[in-house]
């Protein structure tokens, strides 16, 4: 669905805002996934009847059900039941038995998008984080800073954070902390208290008409919607001069002269209040525990953000007591993940999936483990694997063995002439020393990688698609 299609459905068919001011019974067609799963939980903690469907059976359908969620596996138009409403996803086509269904019924069909925006929007604090990369880690360190300095936020996140259990954490609902997504235009319905805008890239542009002005108008968009803090990357230079609020804002970086990077645009007058942050007041690495400059960045971003409901009158104090808490930050599942060991081979699973992404993953792990790294990577749809197959040619410069598998579609369909070799070609390009290897499926990639490993190594299977299930496979394989 592109970004601007959204905005007019929200405009034409909006969610009202006292829909759930009586206990309702709705149905999400693709329950299963990240972003729908949190808001199916959400709206099962506060008193509704939830039922939903997805395509197979999964571990977060077990957790739901766990939760008192009726879940089908397949969809069928049965499976609407005696649903009011039901909820979707830009991956549900009109046909989807159940979608058609419930147009037959007449019944309301909202995006999982409004129904975010109506938690966020009638909080009387939330915190949004958006960005290119990043979101999920950012979100939930907001959330766990928070928590540890007595808050009770609710949180809907794009990731299980274990200390929570789940992708979400049920709290306070005027204090609410979301991951803010740009792929679809999502990001655009919220009007939260506090905009966090991480980073800006090319990325889902088959959603924004190919052109990345017109990604930038969504972000001013996001940007603008705010109606209190702005938290802005200061480190971009471009995101500084696209990006330009008018209230109340904070520029954060690692750049310790961030100041002067922003010295033009921070006053008090004329009804600014703007702030800086430096990740020198973050004590990288004494107060984090997951590797990486990126991180780092997205650290100082978060404090940032918690610092707007911890009290700016009181920096001194809520500061160091914000960067502390990070200290017992474990990470999401799936972003730089341990897997485990055997035979002295280590593995971690990540969700990077985006040149950026895989390119800063591999230098924090090379930095941080100290290990020799070897890599499965899967690339992530047709249409991303066509844009970005040259950018991922440089992108694993830190990797001293490289598989690359044939792509996961995401049920996008296919492109004639693309497929995960573009890929491979690149990097094989780039780095013609370097051991590098063609996987046409994920068995093919475990036998290569049962090959070449050695002890000592350290494993990273990365991608947005399958390939998390391979590292478990091959520690077996190992143990065995």
Not at 77 to 89: D, Q, R, V
Not at 436 to 448: P, V
Request: net charge negative; aromatic share 8%; hydrophobic share 40%.
């Amino acid at each position: 669905m592109r970004w601007r299609d959204l905005l007019q459905l929200n405009e034409q068919h909006p969610l009202p805002a006292d829909f759930f001011r009586s206990s309702r019974r709705v149905h999400f067609i693709g329950v299963g996934g990240i972003g729908m799963s949190a808001l199916a939980l959400l709206l099962k903690s506060r008193g509704h009847d939830v039922s939903g469907s997805d395509a197979s059976e999964s571990a977060m359908l077990s957790q739901l059900r766990e939760a008192g969620i009726r879940c089908f596996v397949g969809q069928k138009a049965e499976n609407l039941g005696e649903s009011e409403a039901i909820f979707y996803s830009s991956a549900i086509a009109p046909e989807n038995p159940e979608f058609a269904a419930a147009t037959q019924k007449n019944l309301p069909a909202w995006h999982r998008s409004q129904l975010l925006a109506h938690f966020v929007n009638g909080a009387k604090t939330s915190i949004a984080v958006s960005g290119t990369h990043g979101k999920s880690t950012t979100s939930a360190m907001i959330a766990h800073i928070l928590t540890e300095c007595g808050h009770n936020p609710t949180a809907v996140l794009g990731a299980i954070y274990p200390p929570f259990g789940s992708n979400l954490r049920v709290g306070n609902e005027d204090l609410i902390v979301v991951e803010a997504d740009e792929s679809d235009g999502s990001f655009t319905l919220l009007k939260p208290t506090v905009a966090v805008v991480l980073n800006v890239e090319p990325e889902h542009l088959e959603n924004y008409d190919e052109s990345e002005e017109e990604l930038w108008r969504a972000f001013e968009l996001f940007d603008s919607s705010s109606s209190g803090w702005n938290i802005l990357n200061g480190d971009d230079g471009l995101m500084h001069q696209r990006l330009d609020p008018e209230g109340l804002a904070c520029y954060y970086g690692i750049d310790n002269n961030i100041a002067a990077v922003c010295a033009s645009n921070v006053s008090t007058s004329s009804g600014r209040t703007q702030f800086i942050l430096s990740s020198g007041n973050i004590k990288y690495p004494t107060h984090l525990n997951i590797p990486g400059l990126h991180n780092v960045s997205n650290a100082t971003g978060a404090v940032a953000a918690a610092l707007t409901q911890l009290g700016l009158s009181r920096l001194n104090e809520s500061l160091p007591h914000a960067a502390h808490t990070l200290q017992s930050f474990v990470g999401t599942l799936r972003r730089f993940e341990r897997k485990g060991e055997a035979r002295n081979i280590v593995v971690y699973d990540d969700y990077g999936h985006h040149p950026t992404e895989v390119r800063a993953t591999l230098d924090a792990a090379k930095e941080f483990l100290d290990r020799p790294i070897a890599v499965v990577f899967q690339p992530h749809r047709y249409s991303r694997t066509l844009a970005l197959h040259r950018d991922f040619g440089s992108a694993f410069e830190s990797a001293d063995k490289i598989i690359i598998t044939q792509l996961y579609s995401a049920y996008e369909t296919p492109i004639e002439g693309v497929s995960g070799r573009m890929v491979f070609d690149a990097v094989r390009e780039n780095y013609p020393d370097k051991a590098t290897f063609y996987a046409e499926n994920l068995d093919e990639a475990k036998k290569i990688a049962l090959e070449i490993l050695e002890s000592g190594d350290a494993l990273l299977t990365m991608g947005a698609g399958d390939i998390t299930k391979l590292g478990a496979q091959i520690l077996e394989a190992l143990s065995g």
